[in-house]
């Protein structure tokens, strides 16, 4: 187990993450940061997870030992334990970093996990497979395209959900905007339908030099009709 670090500390180490414009360096921060990655985002008090995983599990009818959950940009596997705590209990996480899924693998939570880097490579999973398709932290900017999120329709059973999540403070603005663009179009599509949106205040602890409290969030679940 990590030492805990101040809110300070850890402020640095995500501002240092943003000066790492390639995906190798990101991959390798993460790589990095894996040892202490839950006890950071416990300094940002960051609700993302959790909120993600009540969404899911107050509109999901169906057995929940028995459903399928894919749950991508795992990291260490905060969501999966959060879904765990609500009866869920079949999860294959996918993540970028080796480091991130070496932790993942210690929670013993999931039955498989793959390495992919999300937006070069495709989503290594079976079309039409799972009930449940959650990513969470992942669609910002800076991290993973857009498009990806037609790669997580493509894997969601019809009738199944899928669950993401995005930051609402005024750097990420741009990216949750072309983001609810590519939610609506595939509404539009008829490809879903919006079961809730949460938009939540305090998301997690600010560190950007030009914002101070908290940030806010939102929580996405849509459910795939074909």
């Known amino acids: 187990m990590a030492d805990s670090r101040s809110f300070a500390e850890v402020k640095n ?3 240092s993450a943003h000066k790492n414009a390639r995906p190798e360096d990101k991959l390798g921060f993460y790589n990095t940061w894996a040892e202490n ?12 997870p959790l909120l993600a995983a009540e969404s899911i599990a107050s509109v999901f009818k169906g057995d929940k030992e028995r459903a399928f959950v894919l749950d ?6 905060l969501v999966s334990a959060h879904l765990r705590r609500n009866g869920f209990c079949q999860f294959v996480g996918v993540d970028g970093s080796e480091g991130m899924l070496d932790q993942a693998r210690k929670t013993g939570l999931y039955q ?15 079309n ?3 009930d449940i398709v959650v990513i969470v932290g992942a669609l910002s900017v800076g991290q993973v395209p857009v498009a990806v999120i037609r790669e997580l329709w493509q894997a969601t059973k019809p009738g199944g959900y899928v669950c993401m999540t995005t930051r609402g403070n005024a750097d990420n603005l ?14 539009e599509e008829k490809r879903w ?3 809730t949106v949460n938009e939540v205040e305090e998301w997690e602890r600010a560190v950007a030099e030009h914002e101070s409290g908290y940030i806010p969030g939102a929580v996405y679940l849509y459910q795939r009709t074909y």
């Open 128 to 130: 039409e497979t799972y």
């Open 174 to 187: 741009e990216y949750k905007s072309e983001m609810e663009c590519m939610i609506r179009k595939m509404e």
């Open 193 to 195: 339908s919006c079961i």
């Open 112 to 126: 498989e996990l793959k390495q992919c880097m999300l937006g070069q490579d495709a989503l290594p999973v079976q």
């Open 13 to 15: 180490v995500i501002l």
């Open 72 to 77: 991508v940009a795992c990291g260490t596997g």
């Open 37 to 48: 990655y839950e006890q950071d985002v416990a300094v940002l008090d960051y609700q993302a």
